[in-house]
């Protein structure tokens, strides 16, 4: 057999277990940099080896085994770290376990990825940091990925893991599986890691696909797995409601030609109902709970609103506008902002909803968000100011990153230089070559 299809085994792994294999790697070798080169070299031995010795029974375990012994190899040959040498080595199993199954922890939780992720969300680190490194570690969202669910810039976001690994590092946090007793501890940066995986499928940070079902199944799958774990929690029922009243409106999202549709013109009758119905119910329940409201399920109950209504026209914007109120309360975001603007100018108009996009991009927090921007280009649009407008619409297109977005954005801005004022003639010719550029 050719090398061509290890290639392709080995990619496919690499997908789907390099998260588990890399947070496997630091909790034996006790240090994310180290964890991280290891783990490399490990896939690249794969695709060296495995052409010539075949398949091993169980791949992952063996690249396990391959990086943690290429991670002691590197650290042996420092001798600063002799130390950390006998205490590693006093961690790991003997190289003649079978199929290296003692690597992998005991799965009490009933769920692998999960227990990764609550063994990332360390309460010795602040909560930014934990759902950061986990998204990057654990559920494998690159930097640029991990940076949009901040709303912060690739460079900033890369600085802020090297301080965050280097807090573990020097800090010597443990990295192991948490005991049931201290997962309430964590359950806050696992819920936003989840909903952060559910965020990147809905809508990606870059490419020429609008979503991917797959990250959109994955995050349900742990909120499902989450809710058996900690059943009747209205944080973890409000959170799965959000997810699956939003991902019920995912097939109606993007057009045959891959285009954005936006949720005013989608078509209703391509909704997934039984999603809905499970959505709704969830909602319910949750807002039931004695607890404090969580903000999960104060934004699904908005969802829900958008849910229930038939048609556009039909949606409650007077509650959904009462609903933002409250969800800025919970969790004043720049995203829950922006979006209670918009649902403002659905009640009150565009100038009242631009006073406050403005006033939310005055503060600098969402300035690398398209659609900040983009709001706030339709909001002068719909106000008569067409040049400010398109000033709005091309700040837009120069942080989005998404294809399909990108195009929307285009087309917007066309429509602008389309129907310009009476006898502006050249005003249309300066706008199309601006939108062409």
């Known amino acids: 057999m050719g090398t061509a299809p290890f290639e392709d085994i080995v990619e496919a792994l690499f997908t789907e277990e390099a998260g588990r294999v890399l947070a496997t790697l630091i909790r034996l070798l006790g240090d994310f940099d180290l964890a991280e080169e290891a783990r490399q070299e490990a896939f690249a031995a794969a695709l060296e080896q495995w052409p010539r010795h075949g398949l091993p029974a169980n791949p992952r375990a063996w690249l396990i085994r391959a990086g943690r012994n290429k991670g002691i190899d590197r650290i042996r040959r420092d001798t600063v770290f002799r130390t950390k040498i006998l205490d590693r080595e006093t961690r790991v199993v003997d190289d003649e376990e079978p199929a290296g199954q003692g690597l992998i922890e005991d799965d009490w939780m009933g769920d692998d990825r999960l227990r990764l992720i609550f063994t990332c969300c360390h309460p010795a680190l602040n909560l930014e940091a934990q759902i950061a490194l986990t998204l990057h570690t654990v559920c494998g969202l690159g930097t640029q990925a991990v940076a949009r669910a901040f709303l912060v810039g690739d460079d900033t976001m890369a600085q802020r893991l090297v301080r965050a690994k280097k807090k573990i590092r020097e800090a010597g946090i443990p990295y192991e599986t948490p005991e049931p007793s201290a997962l309430d501890a964590r359950i806050e940066g696992v819920l936003a890691v989840v909903y952060a995986v559910f965020t990147e499928g809905y809508a990606a940070t870059a490419g020429d696909q609008l979503t991917d079902a797959k990250l959109c199944g994955e995050a349900i799958r742990l909120a499902r797995v989450l809710d058996a774990l ?73 969802a829900a609103l958008h849910a229930q209504a038939p048609h556009k026209q039909a949606t409650d914007w007077p509650q959904i506008v009462g609903l933002y109120e409250v969800l800025l309360r919970l969790h004043p975001t720049p995203v829950v902002a922006l979006n209670h603007a918009v649902a403002v100018s659905m009640v009150d108009g565009p100038a009242r909803a631009l006073d406050l996009v403005d006033s939310l991009a005055a503060r600098g927090e969402a300035a690398d968000y398209h659609l900040l921007h983009a709001t706030r280009a339709s909001l002068l649009a719909r106000l008569g100011r067409r040049d400010e407008a398109r000033e709005a619409y091309h700040a837009a297109l120069a942080v989005a990153r998404l294809d399909p977005e990108r195009r929307l954005l285009t087309a917007r801005l066309e429509e602008l230089c389309e129907a310009p004022e009476s006898g502006d003639s050249a005003r249309l010719a300066a706008c199309a070559r601006s939108s062409a550029g």
């Open 230 to 302: 900690l059943p009747e929690r209205a944080a973890i029922m409000g959170l799965l409601a959000l997810m699956l009243l939003h991902d019920a409106r995912r097939p109606a999202r993007v057009s045959s030609a891959g285009d954005v549709v936006l949720l005013g013109e989608q078509d209703r009758t391509l909704w997934n109902q039984e999603q809905i119905n499970e959505g709704l119910a969830l909602v319910e329940r949750s807002l039931r709970k004695p607890e404090r409201v969580s903000h999960y399920a104060a934004e699904a109950a908005i």
